[in-house]
Structure formats: structure tokens, C-alpha cells
């Protein structure tokens, strides 16, 4: 098998091995978390609850949730400045 073959295995391994689970109820990596805010201008928690299924079952996950979307926002401003 070529390493090219082997190339997308490799990603998916290195992204799980880094990436931490902020929503355990719902299986939520950080970095995906981060991608999906990074392509969706969401603005506040319920938004996200309403949109994904992120942090809509035992909330534990809330306030690193919102760490998360609060700093998307700074993302998306400086990008606009
Ligand atoms: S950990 Fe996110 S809803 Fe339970």
C-alpha cells in the first residue's frame, strides 16, 4: 500500500490524538467544534443548541461551549479587521 493510500488514515489519526472532546453526551472534538463555528456565525449557546446537537443534554459542557463561541468571535472580528 502507498503512503498516499495511507495519507487520510493518518490525518484522522493525528486530528483524534490531538484534539480533546468538549461535548461528551454528543461525542464534539474541540477542533471540530472550532471548524464548525469558524463556518457558522453563531452568536450565543442557545443558537448552537438550536443549530447542532452540541451541549443539549447535560450541559456540563456549557461553559467551555461558550468559551469556545466567545472566542470564534474574536476570530471572526480580527479576520474583519
Ligand atoms: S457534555 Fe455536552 S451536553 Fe453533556
Do not use: T
Amino acid at each position: 500500500m502507498a503512503l498516499l493510500d495511507l495519507m487520510p488514515s493518518i490525518w484522522i489519526l493525528g486530528k483524534a490524538l490531538m484534539a480533546e472532546v468538549v461535548c461528551v453526551c454528543n461525542g464534539i472534538l474541540d477542533l471540530d467544534l472550532r471548524e464548525y463555528l469558524d463556518a457558522h456565525p453563531i452568536h450565543s449557546i442557545e443558537e448552537l443548541r438550536e443549530q447542532a446537537s452540541i451541549c443539549n443534554k447535560c450541559m456540563q459542557c456549557q461553559e467551555i461551549v461558550e468559551s469556545e463561541i466567545y472566542h470564534a468571535k474574536i476570530r471572526r472580528q480580527n479576520a474583519g479587521s
